[in-house]
């Protein structure tokens, strides 16, 4: 049974994420969406709601689950049996960042290797941030990420506004 971990912040889950996911389920057995902590980020949902987003859109994938996780990426590898960490790369602007963790998660947990799925060229400049900022400005973001969150977003960020 081969596990893999799809780890990141999905805040929120984008069409490129999706893209990477399901790329993911057909080459692994088993994959975990795993909503982990950016220590250098402040996300707008919770991990919770990122949680319950991602649900909604991977309901088509039988072998696809998702979970968040406040540790060390390589311990909850190790905690699930995984061997794989699939990250998207969208450019060469991503590879010094991923590169670096990738290493470091080597380092810690050599039994995990990370593999490296290239961004779909239709998603390449794609982000959670972008999709945040456009929506922020009352720009139209339903391109960007899946139909049914497209509500869920808007909600979030009028809210956010009044705080
Ligand atoms: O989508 P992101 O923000 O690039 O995802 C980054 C994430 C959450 C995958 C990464 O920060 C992570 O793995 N956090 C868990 C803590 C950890 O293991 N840090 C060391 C990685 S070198």
Avoid: W
Wanted: proline share 4%.
């Amino acid at each position: 049974m081969r596990i893999a971990l799809c780890p990141g912040s999905f805040d929120p889950v984008t069409l490129g994420h999706l893209d990477i996911i399901h790329r993911a389920a057909g080459m692994f057995d088993q994959v975990v969406v795993l909503v982990g902590t950016n220590a250098s980020k402040k996300p707008l949902f919770t991990s919770r709601e990122r949680v319950g987003l991602l649900r909604r859109t991977i309901r088509d994938l039988p072998n696809v689950t998702v979970d968040s996780y406040d540790g060390l990426l390589v311990d909850y590898a190790r905690a699930h049996r995984a061997t794989a960490i699939v990250k998207g790369l969208r450019a060469m602007s991503d590879f010094e960042y991923e590169f670096q963790m990738a290493l470091t998660n080597r380092k810690l947990y050599p039994e995990v290797e990370t593999v490296f799925l290239t961004s779909t060229a239709e998603y390449m400049y794609l982000s959670s941030s972008l999709v945040k900022q456009v929506a922020s400005f009352g720009g139209d973001f339903s391109a960007f990420v899946p139909a049914d969150i497209v509500e869920d977003i808007r909600k979030k960020i009028r809210k956010d506004d009044k705080k």
